[in-house]
């Protein structure tokens, strides 16, 4: 079943074509990475999905509804979720609080914030931060946390909006390599587990390449490749003009880890 269908996406600033006639489809609990260069249109494309930009063509198509030029907050109504960067986190409020406001956002009870925010959804909070391995530090101000700690807590907020789909934008920039792989290995179970799918972009090829199900290579706006590591891995146009034998590398890397 496809839960997210894009159809020939494109948009131009002034003379720049950032995305050109992107199309791909998404299952539910699969990972998908789009990479490129630098100003191949991966953020472009991403925020046509989510909202933020308006294609000038083509269609996002998510379960069967048509959420092209639909705002951010209504495709997030629609069960598009979003991880957010550590400046979006209430920073002097506790871990657990964090992921409470999401859930009370996710209800509508805005209005209940400030005078219940403590007891509201705190059960829900913890059972989904026991989820991101961050339970026991539930109590303590986010703004102490280490930096791969806040992201495993953005990622609980992001799922406190029940999404179906989830973009993540460079998840593991800024953390250490060997935090970044626990990262995406909890992100792809937790993926599976609940049938999210997650678009995903990301810089650090050894994280794409072990733990997204399929690969989208764009290039100067255009689509030049997709599919599985293995195939985008092989595929000669990318090693060409993208991924190098830096590429090559990280994905030998990949395979090894994953396979032994
Ligand atoms: N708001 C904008 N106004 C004008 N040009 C833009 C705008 N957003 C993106 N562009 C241009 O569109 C092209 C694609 O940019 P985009 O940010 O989508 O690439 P990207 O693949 O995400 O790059 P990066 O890896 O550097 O984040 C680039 O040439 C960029 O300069």
Redesign the pocket.
């Known amino acids: 079943m496809t839960l997210l269908r894009v159809e020939g996406l494109s948009k131009r ?2 003379g ?1 074509v ?2 050109r006639d992107v199309s791909f489809d998404l299952g539910p609990g699969e990972m998908l990475a789009i990479i ?10 991403f925020n046509m999905v989510g909202g933020q930009l308006r294609p000038d063509s083509g269609r996002v198509v998510l379960e069967g509804a048509e959420i092209t030029g639909r705002p951010p907050r209504a495709v997030c109504r629609l069960g598009v979720g979003r991880t957010f960067q550590v400046a979006q986190t209430f920073l002097s409020m506790s871990v657990a609080q964090n992921v409470q406001m999401a859930l009370i956002a996710r209800a509508g009870r805005t209005r209940d914030l400030f005078a219940q925010a403590d007891a509201l959804y705190r059960d829900g909070a913890l059972a989904l931060l026991d989820r991101v391995g961050m339970r026991s530090e539930a109590d303590r101000p986010i703004g102490e946390l280490a930096y791969g700690d806040v992201k495993r807590v953005e990622l609980a907020v992001a799922l406190a909006a029940s999404p179906r789909l989830l973009l993540m934008d460079e998840p593991t920039a800024g953390m250490a390599p060997r935090e970044r792989a626990g990262l995406m290995q909890l992100t792809a179970s937790i993926a599976r587990e609940r049938s999210i799918g997650v678009l995903f ?1 990301e ?1 650090d090829m050894d994280a794409v390449f072990a733990h997204a199900d399929r690969i989208l290579v ?1 290039v100067r ?1 255009e689509i030049i490749a997709a599919g599985t590591p293995e195939e985008v891995r092989a595929d000669e146009q990318v090693k060409r003009v993208y991924l190098g034998t830096t590429g090559h590398r990280a994905a030998l890397r990949a395979r090894k880890a994953t396979h032994g």
């Open positions: 600033f002034g720049v950032a995305a490129g260069p630098n100003g191949a249109g991966k953020s472009t494309t972009t810089h764009l706006g």
